[in-house]
């Protein structure tokens, strides 16, 4: 499609979300939201025409691209035929949806309870944990996030929880492996592993096992950096759960349906969590939908035990009908592969390649198409290029480095020192070096801010 300016329409948009939309995670009087008039496949443009190539893929869920003519279609479809109907019947559309769900989540994650997003799926499989083991704790990462309600917010690690921390919540939190920056004083990713775990068990036994219902990790942690684990880490945190009995829940909520290259980033990694939250991708946030896929052995606590929660809107029609079309177009056009096959033959060794040219580059990591760029204002002592939580002045020079993405027609996913590369798992080689192209000459920008 191409775009056709209509900037007194821009306006008019913009005008109103000024007076009336509360943006969140945000000073309202200082932000300056750009009006968007249309989206398709790996890009948006704006009402004066100009396009974006989306590196963010949205937040992270467009897996599919913006208006897929298949999901776009069933959702259509759906509401013609049913557009709404309460959760404790069984509709085909939820039906088919969790069916083609479980078949490819690991192991016996086989029972789907649908929610209205990731937040929420946290939620509920929290609450599972606990009902299931009758324990009050739940221990989390550091870099982390997890949602934004308030039980997946205490979860997170990172500063957004800081202001809604009850400190009360029964969450807590502990050092994941993260090599780059390791706390454990390691120099190998096995050292990195062990110690990890060894820390990892040793708050286990301070807290008490007995005391700890879950440990919940993103598989392949998102907005917190995209620091892929050490082989044998998430083996270790499922020995670690079955020796004391605690539920292992991953949050697949961002790294889940082809964002790694697999189904589920826990296929990476040959493991098998108790609960596994998901949302975003599920049906690339067409419709919000989320979910927790659930084993036989928490499903059984349930069986003849009323389960305590719901959402009037659980499994809603359109938004499953999107699911069901979404997995259909993963599986028949190859998406899932896409996203490995261009991750291990375009995106990585062009970050690499990167990283080799730019001195504010400290890192590269990732998988898929689920990448990170570390960015530092000194390669040798690995400072960051912004503190820890920056904002204005002290965020001027990621500010700087955003701006110029976006004036090359990249629109990246920023947070704290990092970029994230992130584009929808349908991209083609072309727009992917189109994009690497415009962030080679952004970070030019971040070099400027180097020693």
Known sequence: M??????????????????????????QELIDPLAVAGAEGSYFWDYDGRRYLDFSSGLVYTNVGYQHPRVVAAIQEQAARMTTFAPAFAIEARSEAARLIAERTPGDLDKIFFTNGGADAVEHAIRMARLHTGRPKVLSAYRSYHGGTQQAVNITGDPRRWASDSGTAGVVHFWAPYLYRSRFYAETEEQECARALEHLETTIAFEGPSTVAAIILETIPGTAGIMVPPPGYLAGVRELCDKYGIVFVLDEVMAGFGRTGEWFAAD??????????????????????????????????????????????????????????????????????????????????????????????????????????????????????????????????????????????????????????????????????????????????ADEYTK
């Not at 009336?20 to 995670?25: A, E, G, L, N, Q």
């Not at 599920?282 to 349930?302: C, D, K, Q």
């Not at 590269?364 to 689920?370: C, I, L, P, S, T």
Request: charged share 15%; with cysteine; proline share 8%.
């Open 2 to 27: 191409t775009p056709q300016p209509n900037p007194e329409a821009g306006a008019a948009v913009k005008a109103a979300d000024r007076d009336h939309v509360f943006h969140s995670w945000s000073a």
């Open 268 to 445: 990476l990694f040959g493991v098998t969590p108790d609960l596994l939250t998901f949302a975003k991708g599920v049906n690339s946030g067409y419709v919000p939908l989320g979910g927790v896929a659930i084993s036989g052995a928490i499903a059984e606590t349930f069986g003849k035990r009323p389960y305590p929660g719901g959402l009037t809107y659980s499994g809603h029609p359109l938004a499953c009908a999107a699911a069901v079309a979404t997995i259909n177009v993963m599986a028949e056009e190859g998406v899932v592969e896409n996203a490995a096959r261009l991750g291990a033959s375009v995106v990585g060794p062009q970050l690499r390649e990167l990283a080799a040219r730019h001195p504010s580059v400290g890192e590269v990591r990732g998988v898929g198409m689920f990448w990170a760029l570390e960015l530092v204002r000194d390669r040798r002592t690995r400072e960051p290029l912004v503190p820890y939580n920056a904002a204005g002045e002290a965020n001027a020079p990621m500010a700087a480095f955003a701006a110029a993405a976006k004036k090359g027609g990249l629109w990246p996913f920023v947070n704290m020192n990092r970029t994230h590369v992130v584009p929808p798992c349908t991209v083609t080689e072309a727009e992917l070096k189109e994009g690497l192209a415009a962030l080679d000459a952004a970070l030019s920008v």
